[in-house]
């Protein structure tokens, strides 16, 4: 039997433990690293006899040695493999490019016109998508491009991977979602996300796998010649993506000139 009085004076002295351990911190802090070193090794034998929970969804806290960030997971203890990589990481941010038009569009078709592999045909609901490794000896990527009478998307995405060559290549699929089926099906990405509105801007799935220079928009690219650059990230292939998706009815002549420079 506990009388009234003892269990008042229990929760006082909770109470007055409780308020002895908040100052106890707050010295902590206010103690030099030798005191409070000592009040730590204190304060862990005092908390020996509990034991750290690892249940399902516990959150656990990484702490890097190197950098001092911490990575927070919410993780299945029991079955997650915390040293595995398994979550998405997203591409980092890319630099802006820069981007201009010229109007001598005659010249430009003329000049390119007589050049070997300068110039192809982009067929109604087709993507043909130009693959620019980076140079060892370049530091920024250069397009130029003009179509016959009619506008064309474009849009410049980036692939971290090594180069093993510097050749240029051309890749032609029929649409933007078989393209993107196709390198779904490479990568063995289970859930594939379905490309968007060339009139609004590519929302493909590329944006998830490569670094995203400029989204796909239509170019007025048979009024005016359309240009741009973009400083080397790394290493990596660039993906000049030239999109007639939308189009039912016609093909499309492009002329294209695409070099590095130092």
């Known amino acids: 039997m506990v009388s009234p009085v003892s269990k008042d004076a229990t929760e006082d002295l909770r109470k007055a433990t409780g308020a002895l351990d908040t ?9 030099p690293t030798d005191q409070a070193q000592v009040l730590n090794e204190s304060s862990v034998v005092q908390m020996a006899k ?6 399902s969804g516990d959150i656990v806290m990484i702490q890097s040695e190197h950098t001092g960030a911490i990575d927070v997971l919410s993780a299945d203890l029991e079955s997650a493999d915390l040293l595995g990589d398994h979550r998405k990481v997203s591409p980092p941010l ?7 038009t010229f109007a001598k569009v005659k010249e430009f078709k003329s000049k390119l016109g007589k050049e070997k592999n300068s110039r192809l045909v982009v067929k109604r609901g087709e993507v043909v998508t130009i693959r620019v490794p980076t140079h060892p000896e ?11 009478d009619y506008d064309i998307g474009f849009g410049v995405y980036f692939d971290w991977t090594p180069v093993t060559s510097t050749d240029i290549t051309v ?8 393209e993107d089926e196709e390198e779904e099906e490479e990568e063995e990405i289970e859930e594939p996300v379905p490309a968007g509105d060339v009139e609004r801007g590519s929302r493909s799935s590329l944006r998830g796998r490569y670094g995203e220079v400029m989204p796909v928009y239509r170019r007025d690219s048979h009024r005016d010649v359309q240009a741009g650059s973009h400083d080397y990230p790394g290493e990596g292939i660039y ?7 939308y189009s039912l009815l016609r093909n499309k002549t492009l002329y294209f000139h695409i070099y590095y420079t130092s």
Do not use: H
């Open 94 to 100: 890319m630099a802006p490019p820069c981007i201009w």
């Open 138 to 148: 370049g530091k920024r990527v250069c397009w130029e491009f003009a179509t016959d």
């Open 171 to 178: 890749q032609v699929s029929d649409s933007s979602d078989d």
């Open 23 to 31: 100052q106890a911190v707050v010295k902590q802090d206010l103690l």
């Open 50 to 55: 509990y034991q750290v929970p690892q249940r």
């Open 239 to 245: 993906l000049l993506k030239f999109d007639n998706s």
